[in-house]
């Protein structure tokens, strides 16, 4: 017997859930199915819509005025921009209060981990006071023992980037004698408790301990920005605390893996699929499908080495692009490894990248070509299966590290692909 | 500007560092110059093979013997550069049993220790061997590390006075009333220790005789001085494993032919090669074909190498040479042997002497021969000591264990750390406060790099080559940027932005033979952590463009918040609560 759903959304991500969403909102029953941990605690938890033109202009201040210009094969230019809207307000009513940004069509202006600066459209609330849009004297503060972040580096190279207000990095020993190389959910743990620290004989809370360190760094500075390491279960309270102790606003500059603020949102999300009713299974990967007369009839998942079939009418596929292996490769070519999608590539794998870094590659858009209902297209520009959407960082034709559009792609094809579906169920 | 120097040593490979080191440990006054890092040439680019002469045994005795006697040489003096991995002769079906007797006998007639090995022998060695190999011979083949002996030699030769300069290309060969008395070079960012966005200079530098230890580049010089060397520089592909896939040196016990070598090496295993000669040692062709013969070939062997990830590929030119007339066609019939030349003897031009040919294994013997020719020339009454005097780092390593402990370096960082910097441990470790881990592919601690910018600069290349950072699977995705930091506050922000741009770009450079499967999909990580999370793309710094940030979201009204007032009655930063 199969496990039987109306929807079965394929993937773990940022698209996989606003799919399951998007189709749980017209009715349908919805699972999701995902293998791994997703990509989102890699992120920095920052929603970006659009940051720059496939040329390269930008920043762009109005991202839905520059999607109306997107060439034809681009995914926005498949859903349309106002998938895009509507993929934004369903993120903005998961997320809730965690994250801001929604009150203006404008991006903002963020301070990166290594000082320069970005454009996004949605930010956790976390990273409000501190955006590089917004202005006012900046301290940095960060931590001896840790290396993602070096505070003055990152001060210096923000005034580089020509903001328009003063900023200052500071190094400071975390208190209590944290081991070198401590995870960031150690200090986020740490605070989180408040636990006492042990500071020169004495035993001392971890936020009264921390404050009292930079309390005397801030002077004139405005804001005060940390690490992404304040807190897990309780940011908001602890930046509270902070600031009242040091006596200005308190921010986090988001971070590259291990990202807590990824962590934090990929835990918010999948807390509000559970509150509204998406059934989800975790750790079993997609090993087979099963086609019939050009639709997708079933998939069989792998639990631990046992086949367990999964039916549903519609299927959405949002594995991920070459980072979370929704698309793969071999010295002979690239393959989309769950349904076999197509994936079109220069036959020559030296034609797959440039001879500069940041130069435009084209492994950088590879993933799979769709209509304008998201089905993926085979090598003749047919569906290549009736019921099958795609959605997310899988689909080609965009380059979403150069665009900063990769979580406002996901939002929009995922909850687009994922409407479609549920009103065809 | 000028300056004069007794001993002017062109090159800063193994075999100029070599030179130096000898040279300077004999009294001369020595000057080095290199036109790129340490090892920038072929000493760098080679797969780490510490040959036990085995694989010269049967069509060069000469080489072979040479071989083993400096493999004996350099486990002593320069054992924390050498791991004694041993190697194995592995025979195939397909291949005859005539040439592995010969093998066998070849290294007996060279006083190689050699064994034969039954299948069953060879695979309780390496677990990975194909299941149908016939037989194989065990011999003391190692891997060495060309970054840090260069490094070593160089450190060495600074400690008996003399001087090196690195990113120092020689523009000419000074040639006065038919003799050459000097040379001119051009020093990039200045003298001393490259410093990105520092100004260049000239200098010139007399010499009482100069020494043309440039390998595959000894042409370049020679046509500076009016002679002609004619080097025939031979290219070779090498291909880096993420793993270890073997822990001895395997080695395909055939005549010859690509492909046919697997050297464990630190955290790696590099597949070599191919020999294919070539018109420029800088300009040639990179082809696939090269990387897809390595694991095509060298599967036989290890299959598992056909679905193991490769992390990059890299290209060596060797500095083939043979004397006019000889006339061999195929680059691998070429004598690995070296030689001498001196232009007075050779040409009439005195004062200068160049080395071409040879292999890094005997490095140390050619240094040697080379610089009893200078001491003739210069009448330098000392002996060589090379062969006995420890290199720099390799002395007592029995003592190092507690002072492992002593730093708080967790095993195994604490192990790699040591393997590294040998009895030079405990000065570079002993700091204070934290030493967090920087690169974590290959444990390398922040300690590690702040010793090695110490000796490099800004140059964080020539920080990677002594301390491994940047080189394992993420290829610098995820440490080139903290490398980067470690130079601020020394060096201002722009110039350490600068450093890291130079690194990460260096890195994609040998990245790109490696494209396919597992590190196309770290590659694609790289660039969205580069691009995405940090803007390294588009930043405006590095543009130098002009932002309006007035035109953007300047934050939801009710999230601003009046600058908190110092004291208890400050307000939240961010409109309350988030969920929690």
Request: glycine residues 10%; aromatic residues 6%; hydrophobic residues 35%.
């Amino acid at each position: 017997m199969a496990i039987e759903d109306d929807v079965l959304v394929v993937g773990g991500g940022l698209a996989a859930i606003a799919a399951a969403v998007g189709a749980h909102e017209q009715g349908a029953r919805v699972r999701l199915v995902s293998h791994k941990q997703s990509t989102m605690r890699q992120a920095s938890g920052l929603i970006d819509i659009l940051g720059y033109t496939p040329d390269g202009d930008g920043p762009v201040v109005d991202p839905f005025d520059a999607i109306e210009e997107l060439p034809e094969g681009h995914p926005y230019e498949r859903v349309g921009v106002d998938a895009v809207r509507a993929g934004l307000d369903m993120f903005d009513d998961a997320a809730g209060d965690a994250y801001t940004g929604g009150h203006t069509d404008k991006n903002a202006l963020v301070p990166t981990h290594g000082g320069a600066i970005k454009p996004t459209a949605r930010y956790p609330q976390s990273a409000a006071s501190g955006l590089a849009s917004a202005g006012g004297d900046t301290l940095f503060v960060g931590f001896d023992s840790m290396i993602e972040f070096d505070a003055p580096v990152a001060a210096d190279h923000l005034a580089a980037t020509g903001v328009p207000y003063e900023t200052e990095g500071v190094t400071i020993e975390f208190p209590g004698g944290l081991r070198d190389d401590a995870k960031v959910t150690r200090y986020a743990h740490l605070l989180d408790r408040n636990a006492d620290l042990t500071v020169d004989g004495t035993d001392v809370p971890a936020r009264t301990a921390l404050a009292e360190r930079v309390k005397d760094h801030v002077g004139e500075h405005e804001r005060v920005g940390f690490p992404a390491v304040l807190g897990d279960d309780h940011p908001a309270d602890i930046r509270e605390e902070l600031a009242n102790r040091v006596g200005a606003p308190v921010f986090e500059v988001p971070m590259g893996p291990p990202s807590l603020p990824g962590l934090r949102l990929e835990d918010r999300l999948y807390e509000y699929l559970h509150e509204i009713g998406v059934r989800v299974s975790t750790g079993n990967p997609i090993v087979d499908v099963e086609p019939d007369d050009g639709r997708v009839d079933r998939v069989v998942g792998d639990h631990s080495g046992r086949e367990v079939p999964y039916k549903a009418e519609e299927y959405i596929l949002a594995t991920g692009g070459l980072v979370g292996k929704g698309i793969d490769s071999d010295r002979e070519g690239v393959y989309e490894p769950v349904f076999d999608c197509h994936v079109p590539h220069p036959a020559d794998r030296y034609d797959w990248f440039e001879d500069g870094v940041f130069d435009d590659h084209e492994f950088a858009r590879f993933g799979v070509p769709v209509d304008t209902g998201l089905r993926p297209l085979d090598a003749n520009d047919e569906p290549e299966f009736e019921n099958l959407r795609a959605a997310g960082s899988i689909l080609g034709g965009y380059d979403f590290p150069s665009e900063k559009s990769g979580s406002g792609v996901s939002l929009a094809t995922g909850y687009a692909a994922g409407e479609t579906a549920g009103e065809r169920v | 500007m000028e300056s004069s120097t007794g001993v002017l040593v062109i090159g800063g490979g193994s075999t100029g560092t070599g030179i130096a080191r000898d040279l300077a440990m004999r009294g001369a006054d020595v000057t080095l110059v290199e036109q790129g890092n340490l090892t920038h040439g072929t000493t760098g680019r080679m797969h780490g093979l510490l040959h036990s002469g085995g694989r010269y045994a049967v069509s060069d005795q000469e080489s072979a013997k040479e071989c083993i006697q400096e493999n004996r040489v350099l486990r002593d003096i320069a054992s924390h550069c050498v791991e004694m991995t041993g190697g194995l002769f592995v025979q195939r079906p397909e291949d005859t049993d005539e040439y592995f007797q010969k093998k066998l006998e070849g290294c007996r007639e060279c006083d190689i220790p050699a064994e034969v090995l039954s299948p069953e022998e060879a695979r309780e060695i390496e677990p990975y061997l194909a299941k149908d190999i016939k037989r194989a011979i065990k011999v003391p083949d190692g891997a060495i590390d060309p970054f840090r002996l260069c490094v070593a030699n160089a450190v060495s030769t600074e400690n008996h006075g003399g001087r090196v300069e690195t990113h120092a290309p020689v523009t000419d060969v000074l040639v006065e009333d038919g003799e050459v008395v000097g040379v001119k070079v051009e020093h990039e960012t200045g003298q001393g220790k490259r410093e990105h966005g520092k100004a260049g200079e000239t200098e010139k530098i007399y010499a009482d005789h100069v020494v043309n230890a440039t390998g595959a580049w000894a042409g370049r010089i020679g046509e500076m001085a009016g002679v002609d060397v004619e080097v025939r520089p031979s290219k070779g592909v090498m291909v880096v494993m993420n793993c270890r896939q073997v822990d001895t040196v395997v080695n395909r016990c055939q005549p010859k032919g690509d492909a046919d070598i697997v050297v464990p090496h630190e955290t790696t295993a590099i597949l070599g090669t191919t020999d294919e000669e070539v018109d420029d040692p800088e300009e040639y062709p990179e082809e696939q074909w090269e990387v897809d013969r390595m694991i095509d070939e060298l599967k036989q062997l290890v299959p598992i190498l056909d679905e193991a990830r490769t992390i990059r590929s890299f290209w060596g030119v060797r500095p083939l040479y043979e004397p006019p007339d000889t006339g061999t066609s195929d680059p691998t019939d070429i004598t690995r042997q070296f030689f001498l030349l001196d232009h007075d003897d050779r040409d009439d031009l005195p004062g200068m002497t160049s080395i071409v040919g040879g292999k890094f294994t005997t490095y140390r013997m050619m240094a040697e021969t080379i610089s009893d020719h200078v001491s003739e020339r210069l009448g330098i009454d000392a002996e060589c000591r090379t062969a006995d005097v420890p290199l720099p780092g390799s002395k007592d390593e029995t003592v190092l264990d507690d002072a492992m402990d002593r730093f708080g370096l967790r095993s195994p960082i604490a192990r790699r750390s040591k393997q590294r910097l040998g009895n030079r441990a405990d000065e570079v470790l002993d700091v204070d406060g934290p030493n967090p881990v920087i690169c974590q592919c290959e444990g390398v601690t922040r300690a590690e790099i702040k010793d090695a910018v110490s000796q490099a600069g800004t140059d964080l290349n020539a920080v990677r080559i002594r301390t491994r950072a940047s080189m394992g699977n993420c290829q610098g995705g995820f440490c080139s940027r903290a490398m980067a930091d470690v130079l601020h506050p020394e060096y201002e922000e722009e110039i350490a932005r600068e450093a890291y741009d130079e690194l990460f770009q260096e890195r994609w450079k040998g990245e790109v033979h490696a494209l396919w499967g597992e590190q196309l999909s770290q590659a694609m990580l790289n660039y969205a952590l580069h691009a995405t999370t940090l803007n390294a793309d588009s930043d405006p710094a590095r543009l130098d463009q002009e932002v309006d940030f007035g035109a953007f979201d300047g934050g939801h009204p009710t999230d601003t918040v009046e600058g908190a007032e110092a004291g208890d009655s400050a307000v939240a930063t961010d409109g309350g609560h988030d969920g929690d």
